[in-house]
């Protein structure tokens, strides 16, 4: 949403590879063995649906050669200078966040937490090849500087993954969780960006 409202103007393309992430990125966890992260970490997942993972968050990281990268180059030509460094802050989140996926383990013989739907492969197809086809939208993109940066901020979020994050251990209350708590903060976060862009 960020990125949308800093740069409406370019916020189609970001909200078109952005769904296509998030709706590959649904697919798969719905299909992992578990949601919970560090039983991921010691149960190496099916290698076509870490490959599948891998692509998905790759795109939302940024990576050259997916829409994502498009998208996010897109956006920060068209923002304000000040608005660059937020969104390069966001950009370094997204893919710590992300780097936990990226470097799950693997194997063939990995399992899945249930059969696959009959459609499932088709539609992750799909959606992963709309992340490669969407890429050509904005072919402009790939200059030397342009290609060097976002890798550099997933490099570093990489890193900063490794080093930092993996090791440490957020408990947050389960009070935040609770429907009513979540839709109350959504709808102040509604009038808050509705009024900013209305002011």
Known sequence: MGFILAAPEVGGFYALTHGLVKSALFLIVGVLPSRNLK?????PIHTPL????VIASFSISGFPLLSGFGAKVLTM???LPWQVI?????A??????????IFLPHKNQGTTEKPLQPGFWAALVVLLGGLFAANAVYYEAYTVGN??????????????YFLLIRRVIF??????EQFEHLIGVMSLSLILLFWMALT
């Open 92 to 101: 370094l989140g997204t893919a710590i966040s992300f780097a936990k996926l």
């Open 77 to 79: 030509k068209n923002l």
């Open 50 to 53: 870490w490959i599948a993972l």
């Open 39 to 43: 039983e991921l970490q010691h149960q």
């Open 147 to 160: 290609t060097v940066k976002p890798l550099l901020t997933i490099f570093a979020g990489w890193l900063a």
């Open 171 to 176: 408990k947050l209350p389960r009070l935040f």
């Open 86 to 90: 937020g969104m390069n802050l966001a």
